[in-house]
């Protein structure tokens, strides 16, 4: 039996808690290695670069959230406010449980990579505003059963799931410059009473 | 007469405007001392560690932004819409010039340096909180006239407050990831927008 598929989740597993806990440049090698209980040899084996096992942390970050908060959230059986309300409550919840263990508010893993790398890597920047728009996406379709339902008018539903998307950011931005999972708690409900009208 | 100002200034100033162009990390005093055009030995007389630098360059940016964005918008002969106003289009200009000039969205370098270094720096996530909060209290005071003006019932202006600022920052860290100003001109103005009721 082959234990590769073993060593690279564990290295990536580590990389991804290590880059999320401080920052992208903060993090060596050899301290992914540590953590991970892999050789450099085997690190460098599956990951040739640091951008390339920074690119598949993205990756695999977007996939856990896949599988937990946006699968549990963006559910059908929920009506659009409860699918918001829903996001809300475990990006909270989580938020808390890292605050818990780390001390620290870590906020969102998209948004930290992209704020340190947008101007210095393209192909870094690239993936994360993909991934930013499938997040946005989710919110607008979410938005246009909303307006249907709610028969919400004037309504710029692009530029609102858009606004959505980035006030989302700006709070978990700010609650990790206070180090305050309150923050979230106060402001995060907001993002679904957002509206942003079309100018007539 | 002593070069010792001139030379303090020019080093603050490079480090300023390197750290903004890419990250806290990605910035070494070699680089810094190249752009000022100073020894080495100048750096550390002056800055004995790039902690005690970056706190100064935050201070250095704060005032920069005082004398010119926030003293323009934040004007007594201006109305509570017109503050907001200005400072949407005085951001969105100033956003527009540095990536006309650099090819990059720069974004807010203090929520810039937030995200990169609130888990790993204590001081400089408390430096940045304080300049936070001075930003917030100045959204809030043109809200408290603005309420007043136009009768705006059942608000939570804190809270508002808050997620204006924090919408705001959303928007800066959108359009930095997007590498695209055209997100500042589409979103920023519905920041003034903004409503958080008190629940009762």
Chains 1, 2 share one sequence.
Request: charged share 25%.
């Amino acid at each position: 039996m082959s234990t590769q598929p073993d060593t690279y989740t564990r290295i990536l597993e580590a990389a991804r808690d290590l880059i999320y806990a401080s920052s992208y440049a903060d993090v060596g090698v050899q301290a992914i290695c540590e953590k991970a209980e892999v050789k450099k040899g085997s690190f460098y084996h599956f990951f040739p670069s640091k951008q390339e096992l920074t690119l598949a942390v993205i990756d695999n970050y977007y996939e856990g959230l896949k599988d937990s908060i946006l699968r549990e959230a963006f559910s059908a059986s929920l009506s659009p406010a409860e699918r918001f309300q829903k996001l809300f409550e475990l990006t909270i919840a989580r938020q808390e449980l890292i605050h818990q263990q780390t001390g620290h508010v870590l906020g969102c893993p998209f948004g930290n990579l992209a704020t340190e790398l947008a101007t210095s890597d393209e192909a870094i920047r690239c993936k994360i505003e993909g991934l930013f728009g499938r997040l946005q996406e989710l919110m607008r379709e979410t938005l246009v059963e909303a307006v249907a339902r709610e028969k919400i008018e004037d309504l710029d539903i692009d530029a609102t799931a858009e606004g959505m998307f980035a006030y989302f950011e700006g709070v978990m931005l700010l609650a990790k410059t206070k180090n305050d999972p309150a923050v979230l708690r106060k402001l995060l409900p907001a993002t679904a009473q957002l509206r942003i009208h079309n100018i007539n």
